[in-house]
């Protein structure tokens, strides 16, 4: 079936621009994470969906930086008034609920501030 | 919350030799090792895991180790081949807090023909 998607692939924007980054679980997958991956270094936790809900925001650096998962499915990681250290390669996970479930891993957005 | 440490941050060996990355933790409530293989430009993928129950697991050419009295785990690769040249992370989780990854700095294996 079906990996884990993720839109754009690419996305530049100026400083103090507003960005939305989505991403497509895998079908049937309740776990959801977003994670982001500066260059040469490993990924950093942002948040953590279960179902519809946050469980988890802890990673998220600032209050310019917030995720939606309204349908329990897609999510959506927003950025606002974006910053040149925000960029990096955003990736999402997805998994089967339960502590020691294999993430999966969709390629990435990568984000280049201006 | 929970450190990864992972090192060397870079490997060369000889194809058909092995190579060794080690990681060590911090929380002692971790209970979950998933290693990634990242080749450039991809996503992670789960390459082996281990849970804190055992010590040791084997996939083929992969194996992983677990000491939790010293905190650190390990990721083993015999008759290492050209492909598996890529960036390995090992990851920590404390499987009853929210089930999110922490991860090592990563190690850049690479295989010489």
């Known amino acids: 079936g079906a990996g884990v998607s993720q839109t754009p692939s690419n996305k530049v924007t100026e400083k103090g621009k507003y960005v939305e980054l989505r991403c497509d679980p895998i079908?049937?997958?309740?776990?959801l994470y977003w994670y982001r991956q500066s260059l040469g270094q490993g990924p950093e936790f942002l948040i953590y969906?279960?179902?519809?809900?946050?469980?988890?925001d802890s990673g998220l650096p600032n209050d310019r930086f917030f995720a939606v998962r309204p349908e329990g499915s897609v999510s959506t990681l927003k950025i606002q008034r974006t910053e040149r250290g925000d960029s990096a390669v955003y990736l999402c996970?997805?998994?089967?609920?339960?502590?020691?479930?294999?993430?999966?891993f969709g390629p990435g957005t990568r984000l280049t501030v201006l | 919350g929970e450190n990864v440490e992972q090192h060397p941050s870079t490997l060369s060996v000889q194809e058909g030799d092995s190579a060794v990355i080690k990681c060590t933790y911090s929380?002692?409530?971790?209970?979950?090792f998933p290693w990634y293989k990242q080749e450039l430009g991809k996503r992670p993928q789960l390459i082996i895991d281990?849970?804190?129950?055992?010590g040791e697991k084997k996939d083929q050419r992969i194996a992983v180790t677990l000491n939790k009295t010293a905190k650190h785990f390990s990721l083993h690769i015999t008759e290492t081949q050209p492909e598996d040249s890529a960036v390995y992370f090992c990851?920590?989780?404390?499987?009853?807090?929210?089930?999110?990854?922490?991860f090592g700095g990563g190690t850049r294996l690479m295989v010489k023909p």
């Open positions: 990851a920590a989780i404390i499987g009853n807090a929210g089930n999110m990854l922490t």
């Open positions: 281990i849970r804190s129950n055992v």
């Open positions: 079908s049937g997958h309740t776990a």
């Open positions: 996970a997805s998994s089967v609920l339960g502590a020691y479930n294999e993430q999966f």
């Open positions: 969906f279960q179902g519809t809900g946050a469980a988890d």
């Open positions: 929380d002692s409530a971790s209970n979950y």
